[in-house]
């Protein structure tokens, strides 16, 4: 069983920046692709960025088209985190954010492959 804890949102002014923690117990961490997903009201659960293992200790990220150059993505193993660095936050990235673990470290952006789901963090950006 593998427990998903996420921190870091908050209310920020468009333009602002924003960091969110997840932190994960349980299970093999390094192994697993790790996710963020984000959704608002009414919206099915949207893809944002994840970091999947490749070999050894190379790990490769994916981005949604709609925060590539503004939301990076990263991973300390020892700490059993994964990060999700937001700037140049847009109000159309107002949502609930949601950290989730893949197990099988599969590849694509189908919220249905991730195993484990945090509680989910409140993000707005205000305009």
């Known amino acids: 069983q593998v427990q998903l804890v996420e921190s870091g949102g908050g209310l920020v002014p468009a333009g602002g920046s924003l960091r969110l923690s997840c932190v994960a117990s349980?299970?093999?961490?390094?192994?697993?692709?790790m996710g963020w997903f984000r959704q608002t009201p009414g919206k099915e659960r949207e893809f944002v960025a994840a970091?999947?293992?490749?070999?050894?200790?190379?790990?490769?990220?994916t981005y949604a088209d709609s925060v590539k150059g503004r939301f990076t993505i990263s991973r300390d193993n020892a700490k059993n985190t994964v990060y999700l660095q937001m700037n140049s936050l847009k109000p159309e990235d107002t949502a609930v954010y949601y950290c989730a673990a893949d197990t099988l470290n599969r590849a694509g952006s189908n919220w249905r492959d991730y195993d484990y789901w945090g509680q989910g963090t409140q993000v707005t950006a205000s305009s």
């Open positions: 970091v999947r293992w490749s070999s050894g200790s190379i790990y490769y990220a």
């Open positions: 349980g299970g093999t961490f390094r192994n697993y692709r």
